[in-house]
């Protein structure tokens, strides 16, 4: 085969060996390898700006300390990047994305399931986020002009998001490349503008207090671990886009150090609004708390930045290749049905204070399927596989892969019930009984068998 020719797996999915093109994603073993460590870095910590860990940060507020949520961050981002490691090797040695490599624990068709929890998730939250980032727009037009349309800002916010991610990886790696300076410079301006403002409240309110090293602690290690769970299952998306001669530890380093920025100032910028002035919302405190015009349109337009650097990488990736799977469609074609899928999420009505029960209900519900999905992919790869895959069975629609592997199926039922169980640390109790009952169902169950082939 020479080096111009395509590779062509099962199903149709082709890769180039030279190179690709702007949107030219594929499912087939990827050999181009575009990101360096550093745009590896910069694409994660842009990804992982998320407004809802200001959410969480004030959610601590009377339980623990400053330095308590400190150290929770740091421990739930170090757990966090050793998750993203470890799930990501196959993608990494292989080029495989998240679809194909749960092809070998769930089957052809049972990978739809793992699909349809990484999916709806981020479809929902891509139209939550494209709301929440359209009122930051409009309320930038409202200051700077007088114009306020929220529907207006929200269509032409979404079609904008719909039109980058069709660039595919190229389109995000320059996107959160270029991102990542306004963020942490953002980041780092709220930060102080916070402890400038509210220093005296900060001092008696968090600093001066006892808080706990108890179950309330190990608990706030799993809410901020709990914001990047979905992450963890289709790490596999991005890793194979990183070069080949990054090892695991450095990988480590990479996700630690892109993760632990973001999450540290957005959630310590939450605990410490919310902890001096009493409000839950820390960005409305925030933007009310801006003392002149232009710190404010600086503030609302990272707000509304955050939102396109989250959805892109996050929100669009897994359900595009889920769609690119099921339907055999391209990937443009898959990123345009993500965004508009997006708008039939209703995010206007999940914005609602009346809406905020459901919404953590099904939160919850969709949490506890991520802990048990990730334990059977782990132990599948690492201790059933001893990390060697055979790329021509994955790609085999008819091969012993095919179907449903019901060990899979069965070990995440069991694993969705020890979450639910303990939901207070719902990841962490799942992974034990979910790993162990896969490993006893692949080695006993009849089915099983030609899975193991």
Not at 138 to 166: A, D, K, M, P, R
Not at 180 to 209: A, H, P, R, W
Not at 333 to 338: E, G, S
Not at 390 to 409: C, E, I, Q
Request: charged fraction near 10%.
């Amino acid at each position: 085969m020479t080096m111009n020719a395509e590779a062509e797996m099962g199903g149709g999915e082709t890769v180039d060996h030279v190179g690709k093109g702007l949107g030219e994603e594929s499912l087939a073993p990827q050999e181009t390898r575009i990101m360096d460590p550093w745009s590896y870095l910069f694409a994660w910590l842009g990804g992982c700006v998320s407004i809802g860990t200001f959410t969480i940060g004030s959610g601590l507020v009377g339980t623990l300390n400053l330095l308590q949520v400190v150290v929770a961050i740091a421990i739930g981002c170090l757990v966090i990047g050793t998750a993203l490691m470890i799930n990501g090797q196959a993608g990494h040695k292989y080029g495989i994305p998240f679809m194909v490599q749960a092809r070998s624990a769930f089957g052809f068709s049972g990978t739809r399931l793992p699909a349809l929890v990484r999916s709806v998730p981020a479809i929902v939250w891509f139209g939550f986020q494209s709301w929440i980032g359209a009122g930051a727009l409009n309320l930038v037009s409202e200051t700077l002009f007088g114009y306020s349309n929220i529907v207006v800002f929200f269509v032409g916010f979404q079609f904008l998001q719909i039109g980058l991610s069709v660039l595919g990886f190229h389109g995000i790696k320059w996107l959160e490349n270029i991102g990542s300076i306004f963020i942490i410079g953002s980041l780092i301006y709220m930060f102080f503008s916070v402890i400038g403002k509210y220093g005296d409240e900060i001092s008696t309110n968090l600093v001066n207090v006892e808080g706990t090293w108890g179950a309330p602690f190990w608990g706030a290690t799993m809410l901020f671990l709990g914001i990047y769970s979905t992450m963890m299952l289709n790490v596999s998306d991005y890793s194979r886009e990183l070069r080949r001669n990054v090892g695991p530890m450095r990988q480590i380093t990479i996700y630690a150090n892109s993760i632990l920025p973001a999450t540290l100032f957005m959630g310590l910028i939450g605990l410490m609004v919310s902890g001096a002035t009493g409000q839950v919302d820390p960005i409305r405190v925030f933007s009310s708390a801006v003392d002149n015009k232009l710190l404010l349109v600086i503030t609302l337009l990272f707000i509304a930045f955050a939102q396109v650097t989250t959805n892109i990488l996050n929100n669009v990736v897994p359900p595009a290749y889920a769609l690119m799977d099921v339907f055999k469609v391209k990937y443009k074609t898959a990123a345009v049905l993500v965004g508009l899928l997006a708008f039939a999420t209703f995010p206007w009505e999940l914005v609602k204070d009346e809406s905020a029960a459901g919404l953590n209900l099904f939160i919850q519900i969709y949490s506890a399927f991520l802990g048990p999905i990730f334990a059977i992919l782990v132990v599948d790869y690492f201790v059933l596989r001893k990390q060697e895959l055979d790329l021509s069975k994955l790609y085999d629609a008819d091969g012993p892969y095919r179907g449903v592997n019901w060990a899979a199926v069965i070990a995440m039922a069991i694993g969705v019930v020890a979450a639910l169980t303990f939901s207070g640390v719902s990841w962490y109790a799942s992974l034990l009984p979910a790993g162990i009952s896969y490993y006893v169902l692949m080695r006993s169950l009849p089915s099983a068998k030609r899975f193991m082939a």
